[in-house]
């Protein structure tokens, strides 16, 4: 993936005074929700009113997603006709439980792709773990599709599914996170953090929020716009990684200039994954350096 | 229609009156008008009532009256909560 993905924000896909505003709100991606934050009498309005700002708003650098509801529902296939021919960057797909659940998903897009003229996998998918049967196939998921960019837990849902309740340290989830970010990064996809629900917690969703980031989650879900900083911070890198970070591609510049293969930084050996390591977090510390310039909130 | 059946003129709705978005609603009527209403609708009548009438035609809908009641919603959300109010009048809902 292209992007960094900090935070995924949810935005209501019945308001519109939220969805006005995502281009200002600081997150590098939105989820428009026409799921669980629309009630059933109103997914026809939700539906409408995302698919008519995906036409006409200039989204600026956001990163776009929206969530649809579940293959299962009676929503699914109206809520893709409506959303994929608007080219969002992905669709998240709740609840997947198998290989199945994605490839249906990816015939009806590329099918929609097909017909709109856009070309073929521009909408990405990230399927959603949320369901204990999700999770153990959560690698066969991961790998059932190229246009599939990332997993993503939807905490929630899995712990009613576990029928367990969670907790301020969240070690009830410790493993699912695990086995979301083992299954999606051993398919070299990006994995997906879920949402930290009480809104008034700073602190526990600090401490959540650097949880993810130190398993390996590219990204946080968000549900509330004052949480985006908060998250924001929990991914921010030490200055002294960052530093390392430079010698260590400097270096790796050097010696490839001199055709060497393998060579050390501050007594240690780099190799391709710690070059890839210091490269990523470069790019993600000009995030920070672009925020202070005030080119980007964050 | 009997003396002792209430007439159910029919009638479908889609919006809000939250900030940043308005609430549609359409209703069977002998004469078509319009009644829009909120703090800006001195300055956006003509764009509103052309906006409801273009739906209105494309739906071939004539004898219905449309109130909209504007809270500050852009024209994006304007035309999506009449063009789904019309769906929903259509279906009956």
Redesign the interface.
Known sequence: MGKILRTVLYIPG????MI?HCPVFGADAVALDLEDAVSIREK??AR??V???L???DFSRVYVSVRVNGAQTPYFKKDLEAVVPKGPDALRIPKCESTDDVKRAEEIISALEDEAGIPKGTVKIHAMIETARGLEKAYDIATSSKRLEALTLGGQDLLADLGIQKTPHGRELLYARSRVVTAARAAEKQAFDTVWTDINDINGLFEEARLAAELGFAGKAAIHPSQIPVIHEAYKPHPAEVARARRIMASAQKAESEGRGVFSVDGRMVDAPVIERARHLLRLSELYENSNRGDETS | MSKNTPFKSRTAQ???L????CLVTISESETSHIDYRGANAGIFRKRTEAIVKELLDESDLTSVAVSIQDNG??E??I???I??AI??FLQGR
Do not use: I
Request: aromatic share 4%.
């Open positions: 019945n308001s519109p005074g006005q026809d309005a409408r009113l698919t008519a700002f036409d006409s708003l | 889609c919006g809000t939250e900030s940043s978005d919603a852009l994006v959300t035309r999506a909560r063009e789904t769906e929903r």
